[in-house]
């Protein structure tokens, strides 16, 4: 009888065991996708070292039917100890904080001049963001096409210097395929450029953020006085 009542308790705390185990795990599988999702605007307009600054303008486009998006500004830059960008954006709660997956894919078509100026500025870039928050400073991961590589730029604290990856792909042929995979800390980036048929991983970047992010497209001009057009295709955003 004593055996028994072992055996049953044993019984009772693997099934209780298992179901905690099921339950973890179906959380884990759990997928938020948005397939050419609703953005919100946001215009950056940090100040540069040694006092730079300027209020940017942009327009965006948001065609979610055909899956298009566009923006055309003269923002300055994602770079230095503040930012100056238009990004189209959403938030996302990462509900299992740390065990969250949060992949971020979109298609850059095109980065052009839509200014006075006949071809883009060398910085000017169009990409892919996760950002910690809309504020001028904060943590991000830009993965971006420029006019001649394709690189990742990135702040890892609130009001710190950014830094940038020693790896980036040269000569970016369109259409540019960008995806960022967010697990825990770490952001890894990968592109297919131009006629590549799979995705080649550039670098990880590690930077804490919190259970909520922005996440979506971003683009800045690098000149006051000149705009340009960053045009998207097929974003997918999901949360694991």
């Given amino acids: 009888m004593k055996f028994k009542k072992i055996l049953s308790a ?8 298992s179901c905690g185990l099921f339950s973890v795990t179906s959380k884990a599988q759990t997928l938020k996708e ?19 600054y300027y209020k940017p303008e942009a327009e965006f486009v948001q065609d979610q039917s055909a899956g298009h998006y566009s923006i055309d500004t003269n923002a300055n830059v994602l770079w230095w100890y503040e930012d100056g960008a ?14 969250s997956t949060l992949t971020v894919e979109a298609t850059v078509k095109n980065l ?7 071809a883009i500025f060398e910085s000017a870039s169009a990409g892919i963001i996760i950002r910690n928050s809309e504020a001028n400073n904060s943590p991000y991961v830009f993965l971006h096409v420029r006019r001649d590589y ?36 770490a952001i890894a980036c990968y592109a297919q450029n131009g006629n590549k048929t799979a995705y080649t991983r550039i670098a990880t970047v590690n930077i804490k953020m919190n259970n909520v992010v922005l996440a979506g497209l971003g683009v800045h001009s690098c000149q006051q006085d000149n705009t340009v057009k960053g045009t998207f295709e097929d974003v997918n955003i999901k949360v694991e």
């Fill in 10 to 17: 044993s019984l009772c705390l693997a099934l209780v065991l």
């Fill in 150 to 185: 394709i690189w990742i730029v990135y702040r890892t604290a609130d009001g710190n210097l950014c830094e940038a990856t020693t790896q980036r792909i040269e000569s970016p042929v369109y259409p540019i395929k960008l995806k960022m995979v967010k697990s825990g800390n």
């Fill in 112 to 118: 052009e001049s839509t200014g006075s100026a006949s």
């Fill in 86 to 99: 238009a990004l189209l954006c959403k938030k996302y709660a990462l509900d299992y904080g740390d065990l």
């Fill in 34 to 52: 948005d397939n050419n999702p609703k953005f919100n605007e946001y215009l950056l307009d940090g100040v540069e070292p040694g006092g730079v």
